[in-house]
């Protein structure tokens, strides 16, 4: 590069020796990390320095509160066996008992792996960056950023991809737990008091408390509701494995494949159950020994390993007790006139709606990222997103209130994005210069799981939709059009309220941004 006398002289001139000591001066230039030494005693010449010592981002990294390899262990199980185990037994009614089985544990691989390169693409990068911790998103731009030419003019997608699959995939698990939430407590509701209503009404229910759950402030208040979440999920699924197991029909009764139609909604439902890529990266963030996260006895093959069986285990005994008659969640087939089975639905039913309060803060945090440099100090705008943001998850709910359809559509849509193809782009991208391996075996891998994950994508998008329609559909022939007016009119006027609160809270920050 041509460069001009005077900034020849500037750059010479930090190189010179001043008062007999040795200068040294970093290399210029993003990467470079060679230093230049030039002897007060020599002929003048600059030498290359020797070379500093590898950057280990791990002992440079300082972390208040360090998680142990147990502590890490238990989040990860906790982040993955969250409230989509309780539709993997109507994931085995769309596979068949034993497709069931080898499907879940060739996506489990498929999951696991692709969080293991994530991670390792991170380390990777940590070394190259000199930094200690990324998020996710992070690491898709870093990797594109500091990929080949090619990649660098796409960094920024590559982050926007990353969030937007981000919070398209909590907003809908929201959505799903609202459903859930409204469907264990109509059962126990309408058993006692024989009064039956559309579960569209129990959904909107739900509207006002859990707007008040998202106006806690902080997760450090959330952290006792998601503790006793755990304890209610824990009981929930004992319990239901107790019913499960009485009076089992025989393995024979039930089909052991349920042909090829059904399986692009079985990886969906079993990806959206399984995956818990957003959880992977802080997590590693935050250990003590972050080495111990990869490797084969590493922390995510042992919490994997862990969850891939007990969402077997569920799954197989779901549909072999209940065969055709599974529901999209497996409470809803536990008997309703027994105290116990009662018990189940609503320890379920309180530990989805604790649980509702974290995948909220996800979302939360996206879009209030997006726009808070423009309501600095706005705490009414932080929670009039808030309060809209909840009502748009309860308003998809009670459009859409079917359980496995729209799990399935989740997990094509999103978790197949964020789980599946971007851990694979970001590997290819990361290494592509460093070299593919024989043969370019990384590349054709990684292509390999990206046509399985556009493949989960598009059938699973396909068929998810078709069965949310079919079951419209149905419904809508089965009730009166006046409900469906009513329905209809109730979330127009809860819209039109939200929309004028808005206005009104936000007018005056506009006009001062506007003569600013």
Not at 369 to 398: F, H, N, P, Q
Request: aromatic share 10%; proline share 4%; charged share 15%.
């Amino acid at each position: 590069m041509d460069v001009s006398k005077a900034e020849q002289g500037t750059e010479l001139e930090t190189f010179l020796p001043k008062d007999g000591v040795k200068n040294h001066v970093s290399g210029i230039g993003e990467g470079v990390q060679g230093k230049y030494i030039a002897e007060a005693n020599g002929d003048g010449a600059l030498r290359k320095a020797p070379a500093e010592a590898p950057f280990d981002p791990f002992k440079e990294r300082k972390i208040d509160h360090p998680t142990t390899d147990c502590d890490t262990l238990t989040h990860l199980l906790k982040a993955s066996l969250g409230s989509g185990i309780l539709a993997m037994p109507i994931a085995f009614k769309h596979a068949g008992l034993t497709m069931g089985v080898f499907a879940t544990v060739f996506v489990a691989i498929i999951c696991t792996h692709c969080s293991y390169i994530l991670v390792k693409c991170a380390h990777a990068l940590y070394a190259r960056t000199r930094v200690t911790a990324m998020s996710f998103a992070d690491v898709g731009t870093v990797s594109f950023r500091h990929g080949p030419a090619w990649s660098r003019p796409y960094a920024q997608l590559s982050r926007m991809t990353i969030l937007v699959s981000l919070f398209l995939t909590y907003f809908g698990t929201c959505s799903v737990y609202t459903v859930i939430i409204a469907s264990n407590f109509q059962q126990v509701i309408e058993h006692h008091t024989q009064v039956f209503m559309n579960e569209r009404y129990y959904i909107a229910a739900l509207l006002i408390p859990l707007i008040l759950l998202s106006w806690v402030p902080n997760l450090k208040y959330l952290a006792p509701v998601s503790m006793l979440a755990n304890g209610l999920m824990g009981c929930g699924l004992g319990i239901t494995v107790y019913y499960l197991t009485q009076d089992l029909p025989a393995t024979s009764e039930r089909p052991h494949f349920n042909g090829f139609y059904g399986m692009p909604q079985f990886f969906s439902i079993v990806i959206f159950a399984m995956e818990a890529i957003g959880v992977v990266m802080p997590l590693e963030n935050n250990m003590k020994n972050p080495r111990h996260f990869l490797g084969l006895a590493g922390v995510l093959n042992q919490g994997m390993a862990g969850v891939t069986l007990i969402y077997i285990l569920l799954g197989f005994l779901g549909y072999l007790k209940y065969g055709d008659d599974t529901e999209g969640s497996i409470t809803l087939n536990l008997p309703t006139d027994e105290i116990l089975a009662q018990s189940v639905k609503i320890l379920i039913a309180l530990a989805v709606f604790c649980t509702y309060g974290l995948q909220f803060f996800v979302c939360l945090e996206i879009c209030w990222d997006g726009v808070k440099d423009r309501y600095k100090g706005s705490r009414i705008a932080e929670y009039v997103l808030r309060t809209v943001l909840v009502t748009l998850t309860v308003a998809l709910a009670v459009a859409v209130p079917t359980i496995g359809p729209f799990i399935g559509l989740i997990g094509a849509l999103c978790f197949s994005i964020l789980g599946l193809i971007c851990p694979a782009v970001i590997e290819m991208v990361t290494f592509w210069e460093d070299g593919l391996g024989p043969g370019k075996w990384r590349l054709w891998k990684n292509v390999a799981v990206m046509v399985f994950g556009v493949m989960a994508l598009i059938f699973g998008t396909i068929t998810s939709l078709e069965d949310i329609a079919r079951v419209y559909s149905e419904d809508h022939k089965a009730h009166p059009e006046e409900e469906y007016l009513m329905i209809n009119q109730t979330i127009a006027n809860v819209t039109s309220s939200v929309v004028e609160a808005i206005a009104t809270t936000l007018a005056p920050v506009d006009a001062t941004t506007i003569a600013g």
